[in-house]
């Protein structure tokens, strides 16, 4: 969807004149100035709000280059985004945004994955994907790792658990392709590029020279800075660059990282990989006392181990009522503080010895149980979620409309026990009961975590005083990093003086005048005049709905949202939403509330496939999608429920109804042939202003009577089978290779097991209630999933028999409205359990894709569904970066460009040997079919060509 030009916002004229320039080459679907966008894509993680007047979704070098020349001559600045996962307000700007969308993809390995060249906008993960195959990973390692952006991970320096100092972007950076203010570039892996930008850009290459040589010539300076090299550190520029090297380009290299889009814009990176080590143990040990725990972490540092978390006692307390989690957290001293150790080796015997060697080095050290490492995964996991849950512990539990503060500070490892005691003091003392420090104990590096309310002029002063004593204790008296890991930003741009000194602080004022002579990257972030930007601009966070309320705007979301690319991420959709509901309150900006409530139709609510995977990702648990069904509801009128409800009642003659349409949509497909026919759905639904359903040439033929099957098979086992209503309408595709039904493919494979069926009573009005519920018709989505549950418990003698349901999403939906009366299955769930030994397979020559449906991977079902394509074919694809295929029941009808955008890139990840693609959702498998280029039958088709009765080798 494209902006109208009544859409326009109106904008101060130099932004005008930079709208209408940058018009000229951008195309309009990437740019916005609408409430909604701005407000959407604005929104970062931290706690601050600036919304940008213009968002520009960026998809190539030139383009970005372009927009940055014109930036330049016009002075109007500019903020680079990736994922927004950043908490210090560094990805947030009231001036234009330019956000990495959708391109940025591209990736090279280098030496057998010694090295890795990654385009910015690859996720973290993704990156560790492409490269497990070498048995390597990058180095940085944040949390946020399976969100956030290659782009921000280098910018902010971001790192974790495992990598400390050693394995951070700054250690493992190769080269970078750069872009500067002014539109020009350099590769550093270049030797001709290197030169030319030495030639062109003298003045940055004589400063940089400068300033490495004052450094060298000042030995206090020098050795200060190595000094606080020792331990994390991203506060201010990275000096280190100054002192570890001294080849201009090279410092520049090393500069960019931590620079946070300050200085130029990384178009590409090239990271040396590190090792990943498949073996692993972990152990959670308790000592009885900060002071022992930290005695612990010297002895530990320099040893066989990865990490060290530390966590004290109220961070154990945050976290002990979750289910799973060690009994004996509850019953721990007040003064009790935690280590989780891991420790990684290639070998399971290298592993044994690092394990010996690091409870050796606990042995003197008092503990309050005995040490006890776990290489056993599910025992090592349960462990890791202690660590895991004390983030949203603190998040889900706060008061509605206050902020999660998480902070980020690293102290020399000596005065670590020492700094954590004072930090909890703090808390006390500046009325924090909450507040939880944990962190990674290796480095010294602490993350502290609390609630903070910003909505009065009195808890600003309360948590300004208490910064205030935080950034003085860690400075003054420890020496410490007031941001280990998470960037500068806005909240600690006024401290970097105190940290770092006047001489150094002049430094990086030089640093940046060097890039950037019109201060337009990123103006406001690591270096600001202004001594009280930390306390402006706060995110305001209303209570808008029980279902969104917890959410902290984290990000952790959008990488799992069909609808990301074309409209709105879950998060997108709650912050919206919370504006509404704060201007609501507040009458505020009456046209503006009008606006993003009619844009939300479409950008949030049209869009959004329901599938809730956002809340497999999300740290508090929230389904966006429950959200939208709730304002689908509301947003019915009674005539509405009230046809809902028919429908519901009547429902076998809806269903022939529909079977009656298909047998005719595929009569004219006959007729007219695929072309005319696209040509007539798309001018028919361009006619009715898209409302009428497109047609597309993998719709399926209508499924035949299923009552012919009826009672068909005999055997000496009995299942219950309910063919869902969708593969009792939806046959197979004109062309498709199956030319059966699924129902007539399981009741094939259920009489080679031996298997007799029954049906429930009545099926052809049976329906689970999904399509209602998706709908927003909760009454007869209970109705009919209440009629169903009661048919079936039926039929199943009250439960005994297993139920089967050859649709992944309706056994998922039946399965949570039914609860646990009945053994509910869907097909590779009952494959697995029950006909295993009762078939037997044939692998055939050849390469399948398959897709994993939303409700497969909610139910766990990812591994068993490859184990069953792999008993038949010999080689199964699974597409990377296919996530939700955003069909959604109908949407890839009604609303085929949310189904398009979701499977963009499934045609480029299918290997050219791959002629046929399995799921278990026939409607998935329409667009699956139609955005891949090949046919996608239920994985019931696939066992069913290969497998034979077992013992039967005919
Ligand atoms: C719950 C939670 C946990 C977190 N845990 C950690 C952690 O363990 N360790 C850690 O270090 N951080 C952590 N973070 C912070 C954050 O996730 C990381 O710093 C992350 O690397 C930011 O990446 P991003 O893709 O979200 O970047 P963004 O937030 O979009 O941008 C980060 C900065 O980089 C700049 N930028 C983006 N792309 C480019 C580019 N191509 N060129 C130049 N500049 C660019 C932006 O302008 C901005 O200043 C956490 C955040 C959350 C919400
Ligand atoms: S919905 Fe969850 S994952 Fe998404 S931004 Fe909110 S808290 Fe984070
Ligand atoms: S339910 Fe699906 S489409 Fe809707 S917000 Fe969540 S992930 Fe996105």
């Not at 800075?225 to 001294?246: A, H, P, Q, V």
């Not at 080679?752 to 709908?775: D, N």
Request: aromatic share 8%.
């Amino acid at each position: 969807m494209t902006l109208a030009r009544r859409d326009y916002r109106e904008l101060p004229e130099q932004y005008q004149r930079f709208w209408d320039e940058v018009s000229r080459f951008v195309p309009a679907s990437s740019l916005a100035r609408d409430p909604l966008r701005t407000l959407a894509y604005g929104t970062d993680a931290s706690f601050y709000r600036l919304i940008p007047k213009i968002v520009i979704q960026v998809k190539t070098r030139s383009e970005l280059a372009r927009i940055l020349r014109v930036a330049g001559q016009l002075a109007v600045p500019v903020t680079f985004r990736a994922a927004g996962t950043s908490l210090s307000g560094q990805a947030q700007t009231d001036s234009v945004l330019l956000v990495l969308a959708g391109g940025w993809r591209k990736h090279q390995i280098h030496d057998g994955g010694e090295r890795i060249t990654l385009e910015p906008g690859i996720i973290g993960a993704e990156a560790n994907a492409i490269l497990a195959a070498f048995g390597r990973k990058i180095g940085p390692d944040p949390a946020s790792i399976g969100s956030c952006m290659i782009g921000g991970i280098a910018a902010n320096n971001a790192s974790g658990m495992c990598c400390g100092t050693a394995q951070n972007s700054y250690q493992t950076v190769d080269s970078m392709r750069l872009i500067f203010w002014d539109g020009s570039t350099l590769d550093t892996s270049d030797a001709d590029s290197r030169r030319r930008f030495e030639v062109d850009h003298p003045e940055i290459i004589q400063g940089l020279s400068a300033i490495r040589d004052a450094i060298a010539a000042d030995e206090q300076l020098s050795s200060r800075i190595r000094e606080k090299y020792r331990i994390k550190n991203t506060t201010g520029y990275g000096l280190n660059s100054f002192i570890d090297y001294r080849d201009p380009i090279d410092i520049l290299l090393h500069l960019m990282i931590g620079s946070e889009g300050t200085l130029a814009f990384i178009a590409e990176i090239t990271y040396r990989t590190v090792p990943d080590y498949p073996h692993k143990a972990s152990a959670l040990v308790i000592f009885p006392d900060i002071a022992n725990a930290a005695r612990a972490t010297q002895r530990l540092k320099g040893g066989p181990v990865s990490a060290v978390e530390m966590m004290d006692r109220a961070s154990l307390r945050s976290v002990e009522n979750k289910s799973g989690l060690p009994p004996y957290l509850k019953t721990l001293d007040p003064e009790a503080c935690a280590l989780l150790i891991e420790t990684r080796a290639a070998d399971p015997d290298s592993l044994a010895q690092q394990v010996t060697l690091a409870e050796a080095c606990l042995a003197p050290i008092p503990k309050v149980f005995p040490v006890q490492f776990t290489a056993k995964k599910s025992d090592y996991e349960k462990l890791w979620d202690v660590r895991r849950g004390l983030f949203p512990a603190v998040g889900g539990a706060r008061r509605i409309g206050t902020t999660v503060v998480i902070e980020d500070v690293a102290f020399p490892m000596h005065h670590l026990a020492d700094a954590t005691v004072e930090l909890q003091r703090l808390f006390g003392r500046h009325g924090y009961p909450e507040g939880i420090i944990f962190g990674h104990a290796l480095d010294g590096n602490l993350h502290f975590v609390f609630t903070q309310d910003f909505g009065t002029p009195h808890e600003v002063l309360r948590y300004e005083a208490f910064m205030n004593e935080v950034c003085q204790m860690v400075t003054g008296k420890y020496d410490g990093s007031l941001k280990g890991e998470h960037g500068t930003g806005r909240n600690m741009a006024p401290f970097v003086e105190l940290e770092w000194g006047k001489k150094a602080y002049g430094l990086m004022k030089q640093i940046k005048a060097l890039f950037d002579p019109h201060g337009l990257l990123n103006p406001g972030v690591v270096i600001n005049e202004n001594l009280r930007v930390h306390l402006e601009n706060f995110k305001p966070l209303p209570s808008t709905h029980e279902l969104i309320d917890k959410c902290i705007e984290c990000g952790f979301c959008e990488v799992k949202c069909p609808s990301r690319e074309i409209t709105s991420t879950p998060r997108q959709r709650i912050v919206i939403r919370r504006e509404i509901a704060r201007l609501q309150k507040t009458g505020e900006a009456p046209a503006r509330l009008r606006r993003l409530e009619r844009d939300y139709r479409y950008w949030g609510e049209q869009t959004c496939a329901t599938d809730g995977l956002c809340a497999t990702a999300c740290p508090v648990g929230i389904d966006t999608g429950q959200y939208t069904k709730l304002l689908r509801e509301m947003g019915h009128g009674r005539a509405a429920a009230a046809l809902a409800g028919e429908i519901g009642r009547h429902f076998g003659g809806t269903q022939k109804g529909v079977r009656a349409g298909l047998t005719a949509l595929s009569g004219f497909h006959a007729l007219l042939g695929t072309p005319a026919m696209a040509g007539l759905a798309k001018g028919g639904r361009a006619l009715s202003g898209g409302k009428l359903p497109l047609w597309n040439p993998c719709m399926p033929t209508a499924a035949p009577a299923l009552e012919s099957a009826h009672g068909a098979n005999q055997g000496d086992r009995q299942v219950v089978y309910f063919p869902s209503c969708i593969a009792r309408t939806m046959g197979p595709a004109k062309g498709d290779p199956d030319q059966r039904a699924v129902f007539q493919g399981m009741l094939s494979i259920l009489a080679k097991a031996g298997y007799a069926v029954l049906f429930p009573h009545s099926l052809g009005s049976l329906c689970c209630g999904m399509p209602f519920e998706s709908k927003g018709f909760p009454e007869p989505a209970r109705a009919k999933a209440k009629e169903l549950e009661l048919e079936l418990w039926a039929q199943s003698d009250d439960g005994r028999l297993p139920v089967l349901c050859d649709t992944s999403p309706c056994a998922h939906h039946l399965r949570a409205a039914a609860g646990s009366r009945l053994s509910l299955y869907e097909p590779v769930e009952f494959i697995h359990r029950f006909l295993l030994d009762r078939l037997r397979f044939e692998r055939q020559p050849e390469t399948v894709a398959i897709h994993l449906t939303c409700s497969s991977m909610k139910m766990g079902l990812a591994d068993k569904l490859e184990a069953l394509a792999k008993a038949c074919a010999e080689k199964v694809v699974v597409p990377a970066g296919v996530g939700c295929c955003g069909f959604a029941g109908d949407k890839g009808f009604t609303h085929p460009e949310l189904n398009a955008s979701a499977l963009s890139r499934l045609r480029s990840t299918l290997p050219p040997s791959c002629h046929a693609g399995y799921s278990n959702s026939r409607s998935c498998e329409i667009g699956l079919s139609l955005h891949s280029g090949i046919p996608y039958q239920s994985i019931v088709s696939l066992v069913d060509r290969c497998s034979r009765p077992a013992g039967n080798s005919s």
